[in-house]
């Protein structure tokens, strides 16, 4: 197995599979990455068994065969090397050589044969195709909100809920829900599927956002993003997610519109004053006026901040764990939020102005928290 490859190429796809390397495991094969070569390209594959993933890499070489390669090593050598042609061949039955301008390094190699095998998608899967930025930026949109979770395994990833008129991700930990909506993304069945977190967060951060479309297939326990030359193989989570629609307050009436950074920064610095174990934060709300207070009486701290803004409604007090508040604001991008409130023990809703609403369809719900 002889072949010649950019070493700035291969560095790059080794980075992006290298996702999927397990911390730790008790089978040392999948420690490495698979290396498949077969006519002008190598196929780079590693694994986890619960997620997968391959590249592709154009090479020079009519040579074909295939070898597991030390994946940690691969990595640190690619990362010391400055861009530059590199020739991978085999020496002997259990090592190859990786050879440049001015150097090369001997690593051992294992059969191929020892890495197991993927198993992708059914043939009964559907099939849905996003816009790479849509996917990113609902990924994005939502996985902080997903939960860690043993008891309730469907709460620690994002629900995909697919419909023939748009597609919406939610994520959940049951004090805070958000669900991102997707006009350009539908099928012509309903279907859904819960991606765990862990795949979520890598699927977000190799896909690129101006890279074109994602096509997904999933069936009941596995699904396949396929992107550019990029396969991602991942098990679902099994199990059903909650009815999330029914917790949407439909009916707040008292409004509260605000510019979002100044809400935000606002906040921030209040909650310095907030008591490190619990967060909180409360609100008091009177036509035109915000005030935000925040006190630890265990150290004697305490910061208040008013704020004009648009409020119509009856005069409220109500309780936020500031750290949540601050996460829902920080991963919205809209100028203007609103916040819609029942009353002092019900969720609040968070969502863009109306006139934002179409480029930024977000929708946060906040459970209050009693304050004295």
Same mark, same amino acid.
């Given at each position: 197995?002889?072949?010649?490859?950019?070493?700035?190429?291969?560095?790059?796809?080794?980075?992006?599979?290298?996702?999927?390397?397990?911390?730790?495991?008790?089978?040392?094969?999948?420690?490495?990455?698979?290396?498949?070569?077969?006519?002008?390209?190598?196929?780079?594959?590693?694994?986890?068994?619960?997620?997968?993933?391959?590249?592709?890499?154009?090479?020079?070489?009519?040579?074909?065969?295939?070898?597991?390669?030390?994946?940690?090593?691969?990595?640190?050598?690619?990362?010391?090397?400055?861009?530059?042609?590199?020739?991978?061949?085999?020496?002997?039955?259990?090592?190859?050589?990786?050879?440049?301008?001015?150097?090369?390094?001997?690593?051992?190699?294992?059969?191929?044969?020892?890495?197991?095998?993927?198993?992708?998608?059914?043939?009964?899967?559907?099939?849905?195709?996003?816009?790479?930025?849509?996917?990113?930026?609902?990924?994005?949109?939502?996985?902080?909100?997903?939960?860690?979770?043993?008891?309730?395994?469907?709460?620690?990833?994002?629900?995909?809920?697919?419909?023939?008129?748009?597609?919406?991700?939610?994520?959940?930990?049951?004090? *805070? @829900?958000? /669900?991102?909506? =997707? $006009?350009?993304?539908?099928?012509?069945?309903?279907? #859904?599927?819960? +991606?765990?977190?862990?795949?979520?967060?890598?699927?977000?951060?190799?896909?690129?956002?101006?890279?074109?479309?994602?096509?997904?297939?999933?069936?009941?326990?596995?699904?396949?993003?396929?992107?550019?030359?990029?396969?991602?193989?991942?098990?679902?989570?099994?199990?059903?997610?909650?009815?999330?629609?029914?917790?949407?307050?439909?009916?707040?009436?008292?409004?509260?519109?605000?510019?979002?950074?100044?809400?935000?920064?606002?906040?921030?610095?209040?909650?310095?004053?907030?008591?490190?174990?619990?967060?909180?934060?409360?609100?008091?709300?009177?036509?035109?006026?915000?005030?935000?207070?925040?006190?630890?009486?265990?150290?004697?701290?305490?910061?208040?901040? *008013? @704020?004009? /803004?648009?409020? =119509? $409604?009856?005069?409220?007090?109500?309780?936020?764990? #500031?750290?949540? +508040?601050?996460?829902?604001?920080?991963?919205?991008?809209?100028?203007?939020?609103?916040?819609?409130?029942?009353?002092?023990?019900?969720?609040?809703?968070?969502?863009?102005?109306?006139?934002?609403?179409?480029?930024?369809?977000?929708?946060?719900?906040?459970?209050?928290?009693?304050?004295?």
């Amino acid at each position: 197995m002889e072949f010649n490859v950019s070493s700035a190429e291969l560095l790059k796809a080794l980075t992006d599979v290298s996702k999927a390397i397990p911390a730790k495991t008790t089978l040392t094969i999948l420690e490495n990455f698979l290396f498949v070569l077969k006519d002008g390209k190598l196929e780079i594959t590693a694994s986890d068994q619960e997620l997968t993933l391959r590249t592709v890499v154009a090479v020079e070489g009519g040579d074909t065969g295939s070898m597991a390669v030390p994946a940690r090593q691969m990595i640190d050598l690619f990362k010391a090397l400055p861009d530059q042609p590199v020739n991978i061949r085999t020496t002997s039955e259990s090592s190859f050589e990786c050879v440049w301008s001015n150097g090369n390094s001997a690593l051992p190699f294992f059969p191929a044969e020892d890495f197991p095998e993927i198993k992708g998608a059914s043939d009964e899967a559907i099939s849905v195709t996003f816009p790479a930025g849509s996917l990113v930026d609902g990924i994005g949109s939502t996985i902080y909100a997903t939960a860690d979770d043993e008891m309730r395994p469907a709460m620690n990833g994002i629900f995909f809920d697919i419909a023939p008129e748009s597609t919406t991700l939610v994520a959940s930990d049951s004090h *805070k @829900l958000i /669900c991102y909506t =997707s $006009g350009d993304v539908k099928a012509e069945q309903v279907a #859904s599927f819960i +991606l765990h977190k862990k795949p979520a967060g890598v699927l977000k951060s190799i896909v690129d956002k101006d890279g074109g479309e994602v096509t997904v297939k999933f069936d009941t326990t596995t699904a396949e993003f396929v992107f550019g030359d990029t396969l991602m193989v991942c098990r679902l989570v099994a199990g059903k997610y909650p009815r999330y629609r029914d917790v949407i307050p439909q009916n707040n009436a008292n409004v509260l519109r605000i510019d979002r950074s100044q809400l935000l920064n606002t906040v921030r610095r209040v909650a310095v004053c907030a008591n490190k174990a619990s967060n909180h934060i409360k609100f008091d709300l009177k036509p035109g006026q915000l005030e935000i207070t925040a006190q630890d009486l265990g150290f004697a701290t305490e910061a208040y901040e *008013k @704020l004009e /803004c648009d409020y =119509s $409604g009856a005069e409220l007090t109500i309780g936020f764990k #500031s750290s949540f +508040l601050i996460e829902i604001l920080g991963n919205m991008s809209c100028e203007t939020v609103v916040m819609k409130f029942a009353d002092a023990r019900r969720a609040a809703l968070i969502v863009p102005s109306e006139e934002e609403a179409e480029k930024e369809k977000i929708c946060g719900i906040l459970m209050p928290i009693m304050v004295s």
